[in-house]
């Protein structure tokens, strides 16, 4: 992995993409290498941004940039340190549910299994029937309805204890 670039998370636009400042003051926007979170009018798309402000929000960050994406941004591993441990953000992301792997850009063998084992599990997302991929959801400009955004029909008592069971896995 190149070296990390630490930076300080200014803020967090959705599960995948945050915005970065270094020490002088100037800032980058940074897309989560290998992982694709639910679009923020998808269902756990809020659930992923709060995860990743909760995780890296206003934290020093090292990012390991490996590469730019078409839209200017810089695509890049992500990990804080929590606790005296290192926790990455994509696989927070995908061990709890609120991810895919990435489809169209490369990943990692690590990711794909925690997106299995939370397919196996029904975590996050993965409790819904047939949850929609964030880029199939973006190829449809949007066209989800209020009902499916706001929970698709999920009860609360039901996404509090994935959220706990989430938390105590992640850390302990």
Not at 34 to 50: L, M, N, R
Not at 117 to 134: C, F, I, K, M, Y
Request: avoid cysteine.
């Amino acid at each position: 992995m190149p070296d990390p670039l630490t930076l300080r998370v200014a803020r967090v636009t959705d599960g995948d993409t945050f915005t970065a400042a270094g020490s002088d003051g100037d800032t980058i926007t940074v897309r989560v290498w290998g992982i694709d979170a639910p679009e923020s009018s998808q269902p756990y798309g809020p659930a992923a941004t709060k995860v990743a402000r909760e995780l890296i929000g206003g934290k020093l960050a090292n990012v390991y940039v490996q590469d730019t994406g078409p839209y200017g941004r810089h695509i890049a591993r992500v990990q804080v340190s929590y606790d005296g441990e290192r926790v990455g953000l994509a696989r927070s992301l995908t061990v709890s549910g609120l991810a895919w792997h990435s489809r169209k850009y490369p990943t990692s063998e690590t990711l794909v299994a925690h997106e299995r084992q939370a397919r196996t599990e029904e975590a996050g997302l993965w409790s819904q029937a047939n949850p929609t991929p964030p880029w199939e959801h973006r190829d449809a400009k949007g066209e989800t309805g209020l009902l499916e955004t706001i929970g698709d029909g999920i009860d609360t008592a039901k996404r509090w204890y994935r959220w706990a069971r989430w938390l105590r896995r992640l850390f302990s």
